[in-house]
Nanobody, 124 residues
Framework: QVQLVESGGGLVQAGGSLRLSCAAS????????MAWFRQAIEKEREFVAA????????RYLDSVKGRFTISRDNAKNTVYLQMNSLKPEDTAIYYC?????????????????WGQGTQVTVAS
């Protein structure tokens, strides 16, 4: 089992940047494919980005491509989400998630482990 703790959220002006971090503990971090999801008020939780355990594969929500970058440091047991050119519609609670197996999945149900989330608010 793995435990996940997100950090780095906050309030930023539109066009600004934030970097989210997710620190993992428990079982070997490099065993897990990692992802970020987000949930805005009164909306479903949606996939944002994923990265494979060996860092060979990434996947993004279309609306964040070219603005967000997911990365990981297996030596530090941490996954990151660099968010640039932020827009008010990016406002949400951002969750880190982990799954075993292969590939960069985008479905919520494919991730067994979740963090508590970190709030990102983008002011217009």
């Amino acid at each position: 089992q793995v435990q996940l703790v997100e950090s780095g959220g906050g309030l930023v002006q539109a066009g600004g940047s934030l970097r989210l971090s997710c620190a993992a503990s428990g079982r070997t971090f490099s065993m897990y494919n990692m992802a970020w999801f987000r949930q805005a008020i009164e909306k479903e939780r949606e996939f944002v980005a994923a990265i494979s355990r060996n860092i060979e594969g990434t996947r993004y929500l279309d609306s964040v491509k070219g603005r967000f970058t997911i990365s990981r440091d297996n030596a530090k047991n941490t996954v990151y989400l660099q968010m640039n050119s932020l827009k008010p519609e990016d406002t949400a609670i951002y969750y880190c998630a982990a799954r075993e197996g292969r590939g960069v999945a985008a479905g919520r149900g494919e991730y067994a482990y979740w963090g508590q989330g970190t709030q990102v608010t983008v002011a217009s």
